[in-house]
């Protein structure tokens, strides 16, 4: 009562020298109390009865390390007895001569870790919590954060309910530092069973408090955030260990990664109205939207396996085009009909044939020529430019006909490339791409063969 002002607002008028309010408080105690067997745990208990009680700054008072050492003292159990009833004492009067009693406990050599957070500087989730408890070979009783709480939103309430005791400090770049070695300085004396102390915190100034922890027999670990990854150096050993800050996703099993290829694949169609994605491009949109990489799944669902495998493992799903000399590779999807919309929104449907085309109809220079205007004018729906790489031409041949174009140009004794031979035909306009040829239909009906460089 001599000290109202350390009170919270709502407890300051109860008359705490009355004998109600002192059996009402003691019951509660005592109600809490029981339900630890482990004396550690208790000091922990009294803790936090007393933050429901007292405001902040309480706890950085005088009257409160009196009290903790009182408390200390009065529920360690007693060297020598045969009893393990322990009496309680308050350190309020009370008319009742009969000491409290709570339930046995355990004996004295258990020890503890302690976890001492800048909150400023450093924010701990639970899983990175779970992965310090992993580290240390005592279990976690003690977690203390240090900050500015007024400006750290509800960060406070968040770590209350997960059992900080919350240390608040007034506005400035370095009170919550100075508070921090202040606290941790005492840690052997307020905790005398402390095996370990976790120093969580990005600043270099706790290294200090570090080395004077260790010097009393204390494991100190120094926890500190690197880009993406929380740090914990053993001081002693200098052993040193990582966590990940970014979460893993799942990988899929197989059937789900093909169906994410194909929705994918769908997606990229009906946006760019071509039935060919590159590679690079699938790549990148499973990549943003899965955040794992083809590559990985493949490595885990397929080992051994390329990246490009998938595609030709999978035949009745996919159908692939490399580019001879180039890296592009391209795919499609394996469906009947496949429907793609252009830019005047109406459908086309490409009906993809198996069924393998006689070459016998296929006797001449202008015969091969006819063929190859109809199967430019089937590629071309695929395409928003009027342009098709040759190479998907050559492809498509060989798809419908079973044979390599360049074969049957030997066979029809037609000298060159497959090119030199496009650019013979007054059907047809190449351009170049980098190393690559494209081609067009040319609608001018001139016989003259233009290359565009």
Known sequence: QQQSELLKEKYR?????????????????????????????RIIK????????????????????????????SIRPKPGSNSHNLAVSTGVSTNNKTPTSVSPLPKLGTGIAILLLDAENLRLNSETEKFLAQICSYPIQIKIAVANWRAMGKYDTELHTRGYELIHVPPGKDSA????????????????TAKEVLVCSSDGVMTHLCTTLQTHGLTVYLVRKQNDKIIVL????????????????????????????????????KRTSNAWINLS?????FESKYQLTINQ?????????????IFSDYPKEF?????????????????KPISFIKKTSSLKTI?????????????????????????????????????????????EFKKQYSRPITQLMRDLNLKGTFPKFLQSLGAFKLKKVGKAYQVALRLDGLNAVVIEQ
Not at 319 to 335: K, R, W
């Open 13 to 41: 008028k109860i008359a705490w020298d009355k004998p109600r309010h002192q059996s009402a408080f003691l019951a509660k105690f005592k109600s809490e109390l029981s339900q630890e067997q482990d004396w550690p745990r």
């Open 46 to 73: 009294v803790r936090k009865l007393l933050q429901v009680l007292f405001i902040p700054g309480y706890f950085n008072s005088p009257s409160f390390r009196e009290l903790t050492q009182k408390l200390r003292h």
């Open 177 to 192: 530092d100075f508070k921090m070695a202040t606290v941790g300085a005492s840690i052997f004396i307020h905790y005398p």
């Open 234 to 269: 053993n001081n002693k050993t200098r052993e040193t260990k990582a966590h990940s800050l970014v979460s893993v996703p799942e990988i899929p099993t197989l059937e789900e990664f093909i169906n994410q290829l194909k929705d994918i694949l769908k997606a990229e169609q």
């Open 281 to 285: 491009r699938l790549s990148y949109l």
């Open 297 to 309: 799944v493949v490595s885990l669902r397929l080992p051994g396996k390329l990246t490009t495998d």
């Open 319 to 335: 159908v692939t085009h490399h580019i001879p000399g180039t890296s592009n590779f391209y795919i499609t999807l394996f469906e």
């Open 351 to 395: 009906q993809l044939k198996p069924t393998v085309k006689p070459l016998s109809k296929i006797e001449s220079k202008s015969d091969l020529e006819e063929i190859l205007v109809k199967l430019l004018k089937d590629l071309k729906t695929n395409y928003k430019d009027p342009y098709v790489p040759i190479a998907h031409i050559a492809t």
